[in-house]
């Protein structure tokens, strides 16, 4: 395992998830009420429906899967995602800090069926403050942006659309479920799209430098081939 990490250095950058966490925790310790509530009409219009738990906690399974497999398999996908994913969620820490921001969404349960219990789970150990912009939002975002750029995925439409899918589907739970607002989905979205367009700018850059480079070394190499063919 020391050797692999060795030979891949580059899978150390996940690391960064202990110091997001830890500050994350910290924040939630020193600013335990919102100050600002976020709220639209459209919050009202959308029905509370526990089922879209399950595709809630899908993240859980989705953003740590294709963190492990593009470690393994596609070096430039994972950097790409840690720097989404990390710096996303590190924004979203210092809007946090510097507007404070809760939910006033939460209706008391009446059903009685299984994931009408996890939501009731979740609401105990996750409490509706620091919500904007949704870091769950924005994180599964930028699984899907990594799966869209990423090699091993280029040909693969069906795994795009099918990541297209869950994203939808996850995101959708965030509001169905009363833990984040509309207002929370579309600022984690667009945070993470804005970023992906900065990753793709820089992507395409290194491929323009790169090309250059090889294209100077074959000007270099033609003009020395002709120098000699001169000297003869």
Known sequence: MLSWIKEHRYCLAGLY???????????????????YVIHCTLDDWIPFNEWFVLPYFLWYVWVPVFLLYFVLKDKWAYLELCFLMFTGATLCLIIYALWPNGLDLRREITSHNFCADIVRFLRRIDSPCNVCPSIHVSSTVAVHIAICHSRSFEENRGMKLLSLAVTLAICASTVFIKQHSVIDVFWGWLLSCVLGMGSAWYRQKQVCSAYKVRKSERTLIETENINKIVRK
């Open 17 to 35: 998830l202990f110091v997001f966490l830890a500050g994350f925790f910290l924040l939630e310790l020193l600013v335990p009420e919102p100050k």
